[in-house]
C-alpha cells in the first residue's frame, strides 16, 4: 500500500502515462541540446519551444483530468501548465531572438515549475523530499541562467540539456513507478 501512496506530485494513477511522456519529451530535448551544441538559436529555440509546450500542454491535461487533486494544488498545476505553454509559444514564433530572451525564457520556466514543485512538496502527504528536491533544482537552474546573462549559447545548450534529461529521467521513472503501483 505504500508503494500505491508514492505518486511522484501526487498524480491520480490514472494517468501515470502522462509522467512517462513529460519525462521523454524533456529527455529527447536534453539529449538533443547536449548532441547539437553548436546548433544556432533558431534552432535550440525550436527544441526548447516544441518542448515547453508538449510539457504544458501535458500537464494541462492531467490536471484537468485530477478530480482527486486538492483545489490549490490543481490551480498552482494549470497555471504552471499554462505558463510553460506560453513560453513554449514565445520560443516558437521568435526562435531566433537573443540568446538573452531564450536564457529568460528557460530561466523562467525552471522557476516557475520549481516554484510548482516545492507547493507540491508543502501541500503533498507523499513524496515530498523528492518533489523539493526537483523543485529545488528548478529554481536553482533557472537562478544560474539569469544570474551569468553573458553565457555562451554553447554553455547554455548543456546546462539547459543536463537539467532537462536528469527533470525528465525523474518523471519518466515517476510515472512507471505510479503504473506498477497501480
Not at 519525462?23 to 538559436?41: D, K
Not at 478530480?67 to 516558437?92: E, H, K, S, W, Y
Request: hydrophobic share 60%; glycine share 12%.
Amino acid at each position: 500500500m505504500a508503494a500505491k501512496g508514492a505518486a511522484v506530485q501526487a498524480v491520480n494513477p490514472a494517468h501515470w502515462w502522462a509522467l512517462i511522456l513529460i519525462g521523454l519529451f524533456q529527455v529527447i530535448a536534453g539529449i538533443l541540446a547536449l548532441v547539437y551544441t553548436n546548433v544556432t538559436l533558431l534552432a535550440l529555440g525550436l527544441v526548447f519551444g516544441i518542448n515547453l509546450l508538449l510539457a504544458g500542454t501535458m500537464l494541462v491535461v492531467i490536471s484537468s483530468a485530477d478530480n482527486d487533486a486538492p483545489g490549490g494544488i490543481t490551480t498552482v498545476r494549470l497555471i504552471v501548465g499554462f505558463l510553460t505553454i506560453l513560453g513554449g509559444l514565445i520560443c516558437i514564433v521568435r526562435p531566433g531572438a537573443s540568446v538573452l530572451v531564450l536564457l529568460l525564457v528557460v530561466a523562467f520556466w525552471f522557476v516557475i515549475s520549481g516554484i510548482g514543485w516545492l507547493t507540491e512538496a508543502m501541500h503533498a502527504k507523499n513524496n515530498r523530499v523528492i518533489n523539493t528536491i526537483l523543485g529545488l533544482v528548478g529554481i536553482a537552474a533557472g537562478v544560474i541562467l539569469v544570474g551569468n546573462p553573458d553565457i555562451g549559447l554553447n554553455t547554455l545548450a548543456n546546462l539547459a540539456g543536463i537539467l532537462l534529461i536528469v527533470r525528465g529521467s525523474v518523471e519518466f521513472a515517476g510515472g512507471w513507478v505510479i503504473r506498477a503501483a497501480s
